[in-house]
Every structure is written in structure tokens, then in C-alpha cells.
């Protein structure tokens, strides 16, 4: 027994879900399913009877984090998305990894694209200057350093085990003793930024997050979405710093991110840049207070 239990979450995410649920078989595993309209709920029915199924109304990422762990017995939680699977024996190699590791909360692997290049796993915290550095595109000049691309980890050497701020949320493995002392994660994020609270709040309570490229999985990447909702990116953002940093900080990220993506808006054409101009209107619709109600 490895000791782990297994939650997927799953929005119309039947493409892949087999190969997710078939790289876990045999372990205690909850699927909670958010209204899938692409027959998702009979196909695990009937390919996957052992799965428990939980159907809820769709209230985000972390809502369904929560309803699985809640339904789960393992000392790990594997959060699995419904796009991405475990190569084998890598949960064997993740769990290994953590009970030498008691330090940490989350150990995340090494991930991939289906076409087998390196997914850049690593993130930072947000802060207004590295907002800055996204948005205004300064991350260009050197993408390779902590200085200008710290938000997306600049120089993160996946080839190692090494601490890290953010793993992608896209397979966690969580220590439950941790989950106990910080709490299930905050589900006022409906999909993105979820990750990252929970993370700093691991963080803030003495845990770490360790990356560990001794177990490897295959992730798809925005595939239940497919970069639609980028209000909602902008808005998890904002509710991260508010929360953490406060109300006027979050303020002054609001107007930053508001300037940059008016000017993306300006030089971007086609849809990404009608994806920023929206998100700008939005930024201009209101204070942060109105626009995280």
C-alpha cells in the first residue's frame, strides 16, 4: 500500500480521464464531478466502478479538492488533474520521497507535455513587482533569472530536488498532517490561484514544497479550460493579495495589472488581444472590494 488516496476533479475532461484514473487504478480514488455534459459520469460508472463519484455543483477547483479529501483515508492526498497522469511507479517514488521528507506538505514531479517536452512546473508568489515583470513583459529581457521572472521561476533547475514557492497544481501530492494543521484549501478561488494560498499557507505554517523529478507525469495543460477564463485568472490573483497583503495592495496591483493589459490590449491583435482588452474593462469596472464580491 502506498499510503495515498487520490481525488481528480473533472469539468468535461473525458479525453483524458481514462489515462488519469488508469495511472492510479487500485488505489482509494474519489472523482468529483463538476456538471460534466461529455458523458464523463457514465463512463466512469461503468469503466471505473471501484472510483467513488461524487456529482456537485460546479463552485470550483478547490470545492472539489475539499469534497475529495473529505472522502478520502490516505496519509497523502494525490491531487490529480483530470488532464494529466503518472507515469508507473512514480506515486511509489512521490510517497517514498515525502516519508524522507517529513518537512514537507506537498511534493510535486517532474512534468511533462504529452509530446514529452519539460513543463515548466515551478512558480513564484505574486507580488506587485512581479506582476509587473508578467505583464509588462520584463520577464523578456531576462527570462532566465529570479530578478525579472520570478514569477514563473526563471532558472528553476528541474533536473533537481529543490525547494520551490508554487508547484502547479496540476499533481500534488499533500501530507494529510499538513492539510490538518493549515486547513482544507480556500475555496472563495474557484480555479485559479487556489494552489498558490494554499502553498503560502503551507508556507507561513514551517512546511515546504519540494520538487522532486524522481517521479514523472504527463500533463496536458489548460485543457478543461483552454485559456477562457482569464478574468477569473486576473481575479484569483487579486484575491490572493488581498487576502495576504491586504486591501490597498491589492489595490495597487489592480491599477498596475489595468495599465499593462491596456497597453497589451493596444500592440496584441486577434483574440488574445481582445482577451486582454476584456480583462482590462473588467480591471476598470471597479475597486478591488466590488470586483472580488
Known amino acids: 500500500m502506498t499510503g495515498a488516496s487520490v481525488v481528480v476533479v473533472t469539468y468535461n475532461g473525458l479525453p483524458w480521464l481514462e489515462q488519469a484514473l488508469a495511472s492510479v487504478r487500485g488505489l482509494e480514488t474519489v472523482v468529483v464531478d463538476h456538471g460534466s455534459t461529455d458523458g464523463t459520469v457514465a463512463f466512469v460508472r461503468e469503466r471505473f466502478?471501484?472510483?467513488?463519484?461524487?456529482?456537485?455543483?460546479?463552485?470550483?477547483?478547490?470545492?472539489?479538492?475539499n469534497a475529495g479529501v473529505e472522502r478520502t483515508s490516505g496519509r497523502y492526498v494525490l491531487l490529480l488533474n483530470s488532464d494529466a497522469w503518472l507515469d508507473e511507479g512514480a506515486l511509489d517514488?512521490?510517497?517514498?520521497?515525502?516519508?524522507?521528507?517529513?518537512?514537507?506538505?506537498?511534493?510535486?514531479?517532474?512534468?511533462?507535455?504529452?509530446?514529452?517536452?519539460?513543463?515548466?512546473?515551478?512558480?513564484?508568489?505574486?507580488?506587485?513587482?512581479?506582476?509587473?515583470?508578467?505583464?509588462?513583459?520584463?520577464r523578456k529581457l531576462a527570462p532566465?533569472?529570479?530578478?525579472?521572472?520570478?514569477?514563473?521561476?526563471?532558472?528553476?533547475?528541474?533536473?533537481?530536488?529543490?525547494?520551490?514557492?508554487?508547484?502547479?497544481?496540476?499533481v500534488w501530492l499533500v501530507r494529510r498532517e499538513a492539510i490538518e494543521q493549515v486547513g482544507l484549501a480556500d475555496d472563495a478561488f474557484f480555479l485559479f490561484s487556489?494552489?498558490?494560498?494554499?502553498?503560502?499557507?503551507?508556507?507561513?505554517?514551517?512546511?515546504?514544497?519540494?520538487?522532486?523529478?524522481?517521479?514523472?507525469?504527463?500533463?496536458?495543460?489548460?485543457?478543461?479550460?483552454?485559456?477562457?477564463?482569464?478574468?477569473?485568472?486576473?481575479?484569483?490573483?487579486?484575491?490572493?493579495?488581498?487576502?495576504?497583503?491586504?486591501?490597498?495592495?491589492?489595490?495597487?496591483?489592480?491599477?498596475?495589472?489595468?495599465?499593462?493589459?491596456r497597453l497589451r490590449g493596444l500592440v496584441v491583435r486577434g483574440e488574445r488581444g481582445r482577451m486582454y482588452r476584456d480583462g482590462a474593462r473588467w480591471l476598470a469596472s471597479g475597486g478591488v472590494g466590488d470586483l472580488l464580491e
Request: without cysteine; aromatic residues 14%.
Open 49 to 65: 466502478p471501484d472510483v467513488q463519484l461524487v456529482e456537485q455543483e460546479n463552485r470550483g477547483l478547490a470545492y472539489g479538492w
Open 93 to 138: 517514488a512521490l510517497v517514498a520521497f515525502a516519508d524522507a521528507h517529513p518537512e514537507a506538505a506537498v511534493v510535486g514531479p517532474r512534468l511533462r507535455y504529452p509530446d514529452g517536452r519539460l513543463q515548466r512546473s515551478v512558480r513564484g508568489f505574486p507580488t506587485l513587482w512581479r506582476l509587473a515583470t508578467e505583464f509588462l513583459y520584463l
Open 194 to 261: 487556489e494552489e498558490t494560498d494554499w502553498a503560502y499557507r503551507f508556507v507561513q505554517a514551517g512546511w515546504k514544497l519540494l520538487f522532486f523529478p524522481g517521479a514523472e507525469a504527463t500533463h496536458v495543460y489548460a485543457a478543461s479550460h483552454k485559456g477562457r477564463l482569464f478574468v477569473e485568472n486576473l481575479r484569483g490573483q487579486l484575491r490572493f493579495l488581498r487576502k495576504h497583503r491586504g486591501i490597498a495592495y491589492a489595490e495597487r496591483a489592480r491599477r498596475l495589472l489595468l495599465v499593462a493589459l
Open 144 to 170: 532566465n533569472t529570479s530578478a525579472l521572472n520570478a514569477f514563473y521561476a526563471g532558472g528553476f533547475d528541474h533536473r533537481g530536488v529543490r525547494e520551490a514557492e508554487v508547484l502547479m497544481g496540476a
